[in-house]
């Protein structure tokens, strides 16, 4: 031992297993020659606040939560830390240090690249790959500082299916067209320029898409994203969201900019298991 200790970074979940971060995290962190640690635990909401306020005790560099922490119930009487209460609340998924902080700096990494995802929808083309990512990723432009501003969106273009999203927040406007359950009129689908979906959909009602429409999919389990595109819709799925999230990650812990392809390779290699 040289006293020297690797930074080490938690990635957490309920259930964890199955899911690839830990996995495609050190994958990018070996293509970026850092030696960086990953450890992934199963973590019940009840007991989320007390982990993550025990990994910045024990000097944990970052935390990753699950989507399925980010937006399962969570009883707020049960947070001891009125420090990070209302980050908590607000779907923060992403924790990092930064200097001379006296607690975690908390981000929702799935909203910013959500923006990232509308502020690049002229470029996105249908997927190519394996996963459903699209031919440029949305999140190719590194972001800085406190992340990219969301977008403008005008009412009549974004049309929101299913019950409210806390990622999507940023995203609306007071006039955004919302449908809480999992249906839509063929017309608001055919007038809306970017869809975001929040539960599983029946298709068989949707129109086909001869323009530019993307499809946001934010439920689960995930809407037959191929289907989806076999209308004509671009989309950005939940695959190619955990791409996006993971790089966000990265960024904020290291200041480096991990590969795309290298991310994309590992979390592809894993589900392939």
């Known amino acids: 031992m040289d006293g020297i200790t690797e930074p080490v970074v938690l990635v957490l979940g309920h259930p964890i297993a199955g899911n690839p971060a830990q996995f495609a995290l050190e994958r990018a962190f070996e293509g ?6 990953v450890l992934s635990c199963d973590v019940p909401h009840l007991d989320l606040q007390r982990a993550i306020d025990g990994a910045w005790v024990l000097g944990f560099r970052g935390v990753l939560l699950d989507q399925n922490l980010v937006h399962g119930e969570v ?3 049960t947070v001891q830390s009125p420090a990070l209460t209302n980050q908590l609340v607000a779907g923060c998924d992403l924790y990092f240090r930064e200097q001379d902080s006296a607690h975690w700096s908390a981000v929702n990494a ?6 990232q995802a ?3 929808d002229a470029a996105i083309e249908p997927a190519s790959s394996d996963l459903d990512s699209p031919g440029k990723d949305p999140s190719d432009e590194p972001s800085s500082g406190d992340g990219p501003q969301a977008e403008t969106i005008p009412a009549p273009d974004l049309l929101c299916i299913g019950p409210p999203h806390t990622s999507l927040v940023d995203l609306l406007t007071p006039d955004t067209n919302i449908s809480p359950i999992a249906w839509a009129s063929p017309e608001a689908i055919r007038n809306a320029n970017i869809i975001a979906l929040t539960q599983q959909m029946d298709l068989d009602n949707w129109p086909a898409c001869d323009e530019a429409k993307l499809v946001i999919d934010l439920a689960n389990p995930p809407n037959a994203v191929e289907e989806i595109q076999t209308l004509g819709y671009q989309v950005v799925g939940r695959e190619t969201i955990r791409i996006g999230i993971l790089r966000e990650c990265i960024q904020r812990w290291t200041a480096e900019n991990p590969d795309i392809e290298v991310l994309t390779e590992a979390v592809e290699e894993y589900l392939a298991l």
């Open 32 to 37: 970026l020659n850092l030696s960086w640690r």
């Open 75 to 77: 009883d707020i009487a």
């Open 110 to 115: 799935l909203s910013l690249f959500l923006q």
């Open 118 to 120: 509308v502020k690049s």
